[in-house]
């Protein structure tokens, strides 16, 4: 199993980034997908999870409203749509997949991880 996440990059405050995740080696929509994100000196924290079927999603207090995540399961891709972005967005956002319905928001949760790609929000 491959996760590829891409799509991060410099953006300044207020404004948006998509990120994907690609997989391979998976029956994709058997699998729930989460997005983390780790800053410098601070612990991988919990963003969004979605379920293999798309109809459950999660997300944690500090993105509700904000960023959306969805998939295509056709495409294999798992996406995190982030909106009106802050300067405490900037982290390395990670995907993480694994089968079956993931119902915690840990990291122990999940398999298989992408390897990152970095956000970094300015002022």
């Known amino acids: 199993v491959q996760l590829q996440a891409s799509g991060g990059g410099l953006v300044q405050a207020g404004g948006s980034l998509r990120l994907s995740c690609a997989a391979s080696?998976?029956?994709?929509?058997?699998?729930?997908m989460g997005w983390f994100r780790q800053a410098p000196g601070k612990e991988r924290e919990f963003v969004a999870r979605?379920?293999?079927?798309?109809?459950?999603?999660l997300y944690s207090a500090s993105v509700k409203g904000r960023f959306t995540i969805s998939r295509d399961n056709a495409k294999n891709t798992g996406y995190l749509q982030m909106n009106s972005l802050k300067p405490e967005d900037t982290a390395v956002y990670y995907c993480?997949?694994?089968?079956?319905?993931?119902?915690?928001?840990?990291?122990?949760?999940?398999?298989?991880w992408g390897q990152g790609t970095q956000v970094t929000v300015s002022s």
């Open positions: 979605i379920f293999g079927s798309g109809g459950s999603t």
């Open positions: 080696g998976v029956t994709f929509n058997t699998y729930s």
């Open positions: 993480a997949a694994r089968s079956g319905l993931v119902l915690t928001t840990t990291t122990r949760e999940y398999n298989y």
